[in-house]
């Protein structure tokens, strides 16, 4: 199985920045690959979407309310990817999840999520 930990969400005012990171591990064994590495979202009483996605090729994908604001990034070899979210608007309040997509190791496979950090934009 693979554990994902997020870090570096919290309180921050209208127009501040966040960097959130998630690291990937194996609890035995070694991951080989994470395809898509990604953050989603869940506001209160809203579904969870997507905010953005990054593939082991570097190939990027953004939800709109994110374009020109937040980017996504990875370092392949600590299997961690981060979040720099900057102008951030109270619309962005929400929980953020880290994902890893189609990830193959030794004896394990499949889709994991992390366990959500708050992010809440406020004054």
């Known amino acids: 199985q693979v554990q994902l930990v997020e870090s570096g969400g919290g309180l921050v005012q209208p127009g501040g920045s966040l960097n959130l990171s998630c690291a990937a591990s194996?609890?035995?064994?070694?991951?080989?690959?994470?395809?898509?590495m990604g953050w989603y979202r869940q506001a209160p009483g809203k579904q969870r979407e997507l905010v953005a996605q990054?593939?082991?090729?570097?190939?990027?994908n953004y939800a709109d309310s994110a374009k020109g604001r937040f980017t996504i990034s990875r370092d392949v070899a600590k299997d961690t990817w981060y979040l720099q979210m900057n102008s951030l608007k109270p619309e962005d309040t929400a929980i953020y999840y880290c994902n890893a997509g189609q990830v193959s190791g030794t004896a394990f496979s499949g889709d994991y999520w992390g366990q959500g950090t708050q992010v809440t934009v406020s004054s």
């Open positions: 990054i593939t082991s090729g570097g190939s990027t």
């Open positions: 194996a609890a035995s064994g070694r991951i080989f690959l994470i395809s898509i």
